[in-house]
């Protein structure tokens, strides 16, 4: 049963990393299950229920703050489409696929990857889908902007849920 909750637990973990770049997942929810299920099915767990409780909380408050970066981003920066929002995200996951399918594993070119791949790769697809909504540049290059710090600020605040758990349940 143990090994059963493991690979459950794994499976969770790995739908919550990709969920950090795949905005229209609930990232956050699946590393709070999976750390509730960590906790109560896996013996060689060392975080108590107190970390499952942090991890909880910051889960639920990561997913009410994702909303309101959206909400913020497009009333103080810049309004964006829901074009761009995809862009982000359809750039996100070929930056994955790109990651993965790197051969040279040296440090410098998995840094350039991830910056192109995750920073740059989801400005020009925004950019791209904002140009022909709008034909004008300024204001496209402003809703590609803005799209792509919600996008990043949603993705490190996943990504500091994730590690957060795995950091408190593993280590």
Known sequence: MEIVALILVILLYCFGFLSCFINK???????????????????????????????????????????????????K????????????????ILALLIL???????????????????IVLPFVFAYLVEIIKQKNNGLALKSAGSATAVYLSDTMLKLFILGLSFYLMFA
């Open 25 to 75: 997942v609930p990232g956050p929810l699946l590393v709070a299950i999976a750390t509730v299920l960590a906790k109560c099915c896996i013996d060689s767990v060392t975080g108590g229920w107190l970390q499952v409780v942090i991890v909880c909380v910051l889960a639920i408050a990561a997913m009410i703050a994702s909303k309101m970066i959206t909400k913020v981003a497009k009333a």
């Open 100 to 118: 993965v399918g790197v051969k040279d594993s040296s440090a410098g070119t998995v840094v350039a990857v991830f910056l192109i791949g995750f």
């Open 77 to 92: 920066l810049h309004p964006y489409s829901k074009g761009a929002s995809f862009a982000t995200t359809i750039a996100s």
